[in-house]
């Protein structure tokens, strides 16, 4: 599952990369649904179902995704630990969470704040971060990371809970 696909690029590389049965991809703007849906091509988007979803309240039961991926999605969400939190719910034991976010020092800065619309209150740098994913069993497998700039990375679901 991609939360937040916008206009399809990462459900592209995700089911080029992965080649899952089946695939969902959600953003919770219909449009980028529908960009997503047009950009790729026809036999790349057969497996894959779009839907729109808004990521703090995911239609899908505990435990359902070996997978969620997420580009860049949760320095857009006001409240992103609660995202974060439907992440964890919706993801299986030992299932993995593949991360790509950025930090504020580089969407908020003097020139891009201006240009580039993102939620000013209640952001995450590296320690919130990584501390939100702790809290919410998802342990840090692989890294990389520009600690202003953002991070690169694979959170796995603990088995059971601590």
């Known amino acids: 599952m991609e939360i ?4 399809g690029a990462g459900a592209r590389i995700i089911y080029r990369t992965f080649h899952p049965r089946t695939f969902h991809a959600s953003d ?9 849906g047009e950009y790729l ?4 988007r057969k497996p894959i179902r779009f839907l729109t979803a808004d990521v703090l309240n ?3 039961g505990n435990a359902s995704f070996e997978a ?5 999605v949760l320095h857009h969400v006001p409240d992103w630990q609660s ?5 964890a719910r919706v993801l299986k034991p030992g299932g993995s969470y593949f991360i790509e976010e950025l930090y504020p020092g580089l969407y908020q800065n003097l020139i891009t704040k201006h240009i ?3 939620p000013q209150e209640n952001r995450f740098y590296s320690r919130d971060l990584k501390q939100a994913l702790r809290e919410r069993n998802l342990a840090l497998r692989d890294c990389l990371e520009i600690k202003m700039a953002g991070i690169l990375a694979i959170a796995v679901k603990a088995s059971c809970q601590k």
């Open 4 to 7: 937040g696909c916008g206009r």
């Open 28 to 36: 919770l703007d219909l449009q980028m649904v529908r960009k997503a």
């Open 41 to 44: 091509p026809l036999e790349d």
């Open 58 to 60: 995911l239609p899908y």
């Open 68 to 72: 969620v991926f997420g580009f860049g």
């Open 83 to 87: 995202a974060l939190g439907e992440v």
């Open 116 to 118: 580039l619309l993102h």
